[in-house]
Structures are given as C-alpha cells and as structure tokens.
C-alpha cells in the first residue's frame, strides 16, 4: 500500500513533466488487500462533512455516494454501477443486481431511509444535467467522465459515458476527508459506519447481513463482540 502511493506520487510528477505515457503501459500496482474492519465515523462527523462537500461541486459524485453507504451500507462499487432503472424513489428502495448472476433471483432490495432518499435524488438529478445527460433505465447514475481519461482510445474526448459507470473518486474523497478534517478515513469505513450503527441499534446480525449482502467471517466475530 505504501509503495502504491509512493509511486503514485511519482506518476503525478511524471504526468506534469509529460513523461509518465514512456511507463503508464508497464506499470501495474501491487496487490494489496485492505481490512473489511473500519472506523466507524460518527454522525457528527458526517454532518461536518456534508458542510465542507458544499463548497466544491467536484466532490457531489462522492458525497452523495458517502451518504448512501453511510446509510445503506452499500460497497462503493455496488453505487458507482447503480442503474437509473434499479431506483424506486417513490418506495425509498433501489435494488442491488449481482454482476454475474444470469436472473433478478439474487438481488437484493436495500431500504432507503430519509437521508439516503435525498442523496439518490440529487444523484439523479445530478446525472439528468450532465452532458449528454443520463436520464434513461439502462443509464449509469454515476456516468464515467471522458474528459479525465488520460490514454487510450477515448483520450480527447469530452462530456459524460452514460452507458460506462464512474469508476474512481479516491482523489475526491482523500481530498473531501482531508479538508473535512478526518484523516485517514477509507470509503469502504462507511459500510462499517452502517453496520456499526444497526448493531448498537439492537438490529439482529442475520437482519443486518441481508441488507448488506455477505459479510466476512472475521467482520461476524467483530460486531458479535460490539453486541455482546
């Protein structure tokens, strides 16, 4: 993890001196395997990051995402490849497809709470003034930004994909936490700020496990020990 960001860091330099293109193809960061343990972050805490996400309409894509996750649990990648046609606002629901599963016998129905209703809402509303706007079932919520593809084939290009989903806001949300104050905190910490919630809600462990999908074995044994 450090490595990555070290040369991470370098790539920047790179790309500024118009150097980096001679090593981008040659070039793939370590694997690494992050902790399904967080930091839960407080309610307060969010609030304070709703006020400083204001100031700045480039970290919406990523605020919004923050809400939805604080309050549903949701991965990060599981919002970025939401589709217009899987949110039922008027329901407070939005249905969550698995990737390789050949029917809708998989999915899962997550229940929207007030917060989360409006942070689908002004993703939706959002995504309706891109251009060209996503405002079709089939469309992205969070449709991919052409004009920051670097290389390859669709380098050059401007506006919005809505048929590609937004793939990254680590930058945006490193630099939203860091001017919010928080410090390290991961976007996956937000499913464990949800779950964390619910458990010292009282919410039974197998209730809370069919709104967020599988949970490992070691995060079971973590929030067992938070409940007891």
Same mark, same amino acid.
Do not use: C
């Given at each position: 993890?450090?490595?990555?960001?070290? =040369?991470?860091?370098?790539? @920047?330099?790179?790309?500024?001196?118009?150097?980096?293109?001679?090593?981008?193809?040659?070039?793939?960061?370590?694997?690494?395997?992050?902790?399904?343990?967080?930091?839960?972050?407080?309610?307060?805490?969010?609030?304070?990051?709703?006020?400083?996400?204001?100031?700045? =309409?480039?970290?919406?894509?990523?605020?919004?995402?923050? =809400?939805?996750?604080?309050?549903?649990?949701?991965?990060?990648?599981?919002?970025?490849?939401?589709?217009?046609?899987?949110?039922?606002?008027?329901?407070?629901?939005?249905?969550?497809?698995?990737?390789?599963?050949?029917?809708?016998?998989?999915?899962?129905?997550?229940?929207?709470?007030?917060?989360?209703?409006?942070?689908?809402?002004?993703?939706?509303?959002?995504?309706?003034?891109?251009?060209?706007?996503?405002?079709?079932?089939?469309?992205?919520?969070?449709?991919?930004?052409?004009?920051?593809?670097?290389?390859?084939?669709?380098?050059?290009?401007?506006?919005?994909?809505?048929?590609?989903?937004?793939?990254?806001?680590?930058?945006?949300?490193?630099?939203?936490?860091?001017?919010?104050?928080?410090?390290?905190?991961?976007?996956?910490?937000?499913?464990?700020?949800?779950?964390?919630? @619910?458990?010292?809600?009282?919410?039974?462990?197998?209730?809370?496990?069919?709104?967020?999908?599988?949970?490992?074995?070691? @995060?079971?044994?973590?929030?067992?020990?938070?409940?007891?």
């Amino acid at each position: 993890w450090s490595i990555n960001k070290e =040369v991470l860091l370098w790539s @920047m330099i790179l790309r500024k001196a118009k150097l980096w293109r001679r090593l981008a193809d040659d070039y793939r960061p370590l694997k690494t395997k992050a902790s399904d343990i967080g930091k839960a972050i407080t309610r307060d805490e969010l609030r304070h990051l709703a006020e400083v996400a204001a100031k700045d =309409v480039d970290w919406e894509a990523a605020f919004y995402g923050s =809400v939805l996750a604080a309050n549903t649990g949701l991965r990060g990648g599981e919002i970025k490849k939401l589709r217009i046609g899987e949110i039922d606002l008027e329901h407070r629901q939005l249905r969550i497809r698995r990737a390789d599963a050949k029917s809708d016998a998989s999915a899962r129905t997550v229940e929207l709470n007030a917060d989360a209703t409006e942070a689908a809402a002004r993703l939706l509303m959002r995504a309706a003034s891109l251009k060209p706007p996503a405002n079709k079932p089939a469309h992205f919520l969070m449709p991919k930004h052409l004009s920051r593809i670097a290389h390859g084939p669709h380098k050059g290009e401007r506006g919005y994909d809505p048929t590609q989903h937004q793939a990254y806001w680590d930058t945006a949300w490193a630099t939203l936490t860091e001017k919010a104050g928080l410090g390290d905190y991961r976007f996956y910490d937000l499913r464990h700020t949800f779950i964390s919630h @619910m458990v010292e809600k009282g919410i039974p462990l197998g209730l809370i496990q069919g709104m967020v999908g599988h949970v490992s074995s070691r @995060m079971l044994l973590h929030y067992t020990h938070i409940t007891s």
